[in-house]
Nanobody
């Protein structure tokens, strides 16, 4: 059974960088052909795919967030990390990490994600 767990600060000040880590257990993040994504849900809004890192280490980003987003991984710890720079209150959301086996139908087809973390609330406020 694969499990994902998000961790990181729950409160970030405007203009700072948000950093979250997803720790994966029950499976390796380097296993063919899985993709490991960050997805968020602002209050009262739908899910928004932010970016992903593949089993190979390749990264993919939402065009709307690409300039502020970086996803990396530590294979020795079986973790992958999200960094979102220059945050504003509009970045307040529940942040999820999730796994998918493909992205052939688009990253925002959330039916394709088979395992999710429980989500972590991040609030951007001074």
């Amino acid at each position: 059974q694969v499990q994902l767990q998000e961790s990181g600060p729950g409160l970030v000040k405007p203009s700072q960088t948000l950093s979250l880590t997803c720790t994966v257990s029950g499976g390796s993040i380097t296993t063919n052909y899985y993709y490991w994504s960050w997805i968020r849900q602002p209050p009262g809004k739908g899910l928004e795919w932010m970016g992903a890192i593949a089993y190979s280490g390749s990264t993919y980003y939402s065009p709307s967030l690409k300039s502020r987003t970086s996803i990396s991984r530590d294979t020795s710890k079986n973790q992958f990390t999200l960094q979102l720079s220059s945050v504003t209150p509009e970045d307040t959301a529940v942040y999820y990490c999730a796994r998918s086996e493909s992205h052939s139908t688009g990253w925002a087809n959330y039916d394709e994600y088979d395992y999710w973390g429980q989500g972590t609330q991040v609030t951007v406020s001074s």
